[in-house]
C-alpha cells in the first residue's frame, strides 16, 4: 500500500458518520411508513447484522475477483468493515443516551435494543462503501 494515500481522510469520515446517522434514526420512521406486516421481514433482512454481514463480505470477494486479486485488499476489507460498523454501533448507542437525556423518557435505553444492531449493520455498508472507494487506489 502506498503510505501517501490515506485510509480515510476527514470529509469521508464525516460523511460516513453522517450517512450512519441518517439510517440508523430513520429506520424507525421507514417501518412505521411500510407498515406493521413488513416490520419483521425488513427488520430481519435489512437492519440485521446477521445478513448485512454475509451480503458484505459477498460482494467484498464478487468485487475481489471481478477486479483481480489485489495484494493487501483483504486486510483493508477488514479493517473498514470492522471498524466503520462499530463506529455505527457507537452512533447508535450514544444518539440513544443523547435522545434519552433529552427527552427523559424512563423507555429510552430499551431503544438500544432495536438500533444498536441497526446501526451495527448500516455501519457495515459503510465500511464496505469506504474499502470500494479506497480500493480503487490500490487497484492498478
Given amino acids: 500500500m502506498p503510505s501517501e494515500v490515506p485510509i480515510v481522510s476527514k470529509y469521508r469520515m464525516v460523511i460516513g458518520l453522517a450517512i450512519i446517522v441518517v439510517l440508523t ?5 421507514l417501518l412505521g411508513v411500510l407498515g406493521l406486516e413488513i416490520l419483521s421481514l425488513l427488520r430481519w433482512l435489512l437492519l440485521s ?4 454481514l454475509p451480503l458484505c463480505v459477498l460482494y467484498f ?18 479493517l473498514c468493515l470492522v471498524l466503520w460498523a462499530f463506529a ?11 435522545m434519552t437525556i ?10 438500544i435494543l432495536f438500533l444498536g444492531p441497526v446501526g451495527f449493520a448500516n455501519g457495515a455498508v459503510v465500511g464496505t462503501g469506504m474499502w470500494r472507494l479506497c480500493n480503487r487506489h490500490y487497484a492498478k
Fill in 61 to 78: 470477494m464478487v468485487e475481489r475477483r471481478r477486479s483481480g486479486d489485489v495484494e493487501g485488499t483483504g486486510g483493508l476489507f477488514v
Fill in 88 to 98: 455505527g454501533l457507537g452512533v447508535a448507542v450514544i444518539g440513544v443516551i443523547v
Fill in 102 to 111: 433529552a427527552t427523559d423518557s424512563p423507555e429510552g435505553p430499551v431503544a
Fill in 25 to 29: 434514526f430513520s429506520a424507525p420512521i
Fill in 49 to 52: 447484522p446477521l445478513v448485512v
